[in-house]
């Protein structure tokens, strides 16, 4: 990529110097048009000075003789015939014919001897009647228009020159930048990229700036994130797994083993406790299963709409109100302002019912109470029990996978899909409780009030 960005700005200075070309072409075209216009206004006001010195069918000498004058101070070597070719006046002539202090003037302006090429001619008229000719060259000057006509082509040159000089060097300068500049974060990606192939997945990239190369970073860590993740969770998935299965497992063939050899009196007490331990095979399953659709979560993309969240929250504990009623517990929602969200309604409620259901299962009187509201770009869901509470040595504990308290009957994975789906929606959980009072779980996440 660095080659090709180099290759393309030499592209743009092969291209800025062929325009600079064809402009210092433009540029000499238009001025030799200029001088060549300019010497051709002078030439016709001599002409006609000089057509003016012959009245009343004669050449008047004197007036012949300014004329001439000032055709050689504007840079022309002269002379003139009649209409029978008979020379009548040349600019060396002229300067003979001067006084000797307007002489010195007239050398220290023109040279003669510069004169050069060709005399051109020129027919002089008199009311369409030819009455002799002009013949004039260009003369070199002291200080002359030439010099200065010289001067401006090299400057103009040395200008354009320059110019391009500068505008080249910058754009080398500018290639080599731009090409270190934009290849670098590349080829961090690049080493990053290798390090993932040797299993190293904490590797990130920088990823600043909002153009298409920080946006490649960010997706790049995005990538790295959720594969980091994807390899923790089938580590610890396959750990934990293990050691959950093992004890229910144990026990089936505990249970198996003693009606076999006829230590259980009960056979049916036997068959209760395998059937026991296969429920909580099952539930284990399933809450391995829920748990693996969080995780999937955060690689799924993020499908939001708007909501009515009381209304939202209502229906959950609608939904659930059997469960709290089967053990004589009170639960609603509170009512509060209106609150209208863009938020994952999918991710939402099964955050809510996991808290829910968790607070239900560890409240054995009282109720469980739902409250709501929002702070500026941030909605929140309070969930609030009466239940049995949480030993404080022990709070930071419950969102661990398969952590369980003393007293629970779950499996330890509610709470801790919780937090993956939290995480995933770039939000926060508080937790407040205290044993034998109750607990509290405050949600926090992101939401604007408006669907975008």
Known sequence: MR???FFAFLAVILVALVSNLIFERFISDDFEDYVSGTKEDKLYWILATV???YTDGRWDMTALHD?????TMLGFDVKITDEKAKELITSKGTLTMLSQAMRRRMEGIVDLNSAKGDYEHYPLYIEGREIGTIYARQLGRVGSANEKEAIFRKRAREFLSMSFAIAGGGAVF???????????????MKKAVESFAKGDFSVRVGAGGKDEVGRLGESFNFMAEAL???????????SNVAHELRTPLAIMKANVEAMIDGVVDSREQGLENIRMEVEKLISLVEGIEDMTKAEASFFSGRFYAEIDLGKFLSNIVEKLMPLAAEKGLAMEVAQGSAVRTVTDPEKLEKIVQNVVTNAIKNTLSGGITVEYGRDKDIFFVEIRDTGI???QDKMDMVFKRFYRGEDSKGIGLGLSIVKELIDVMGGRIDLRSRVGEGTVFRIWLPGSEKKK
């Open 67 to 71: 004329a001439v004058h000032w055709a």
């Open 389 to 391: 509470g949480i030993p």
């Open 3 to 5: 080659t090709k960005l």
């Open 228 to 238: 980091q993740r994807e390899e923790a969770l089938r580590k610890h998935l396959t």
């Open 174 to 188: 500018m290639a080599v930048i731009f090409s270190l500049f934009l290849s670098r974060p590349l080829n961090r």
């Open 51 to 53: 057509e003016g010195s």
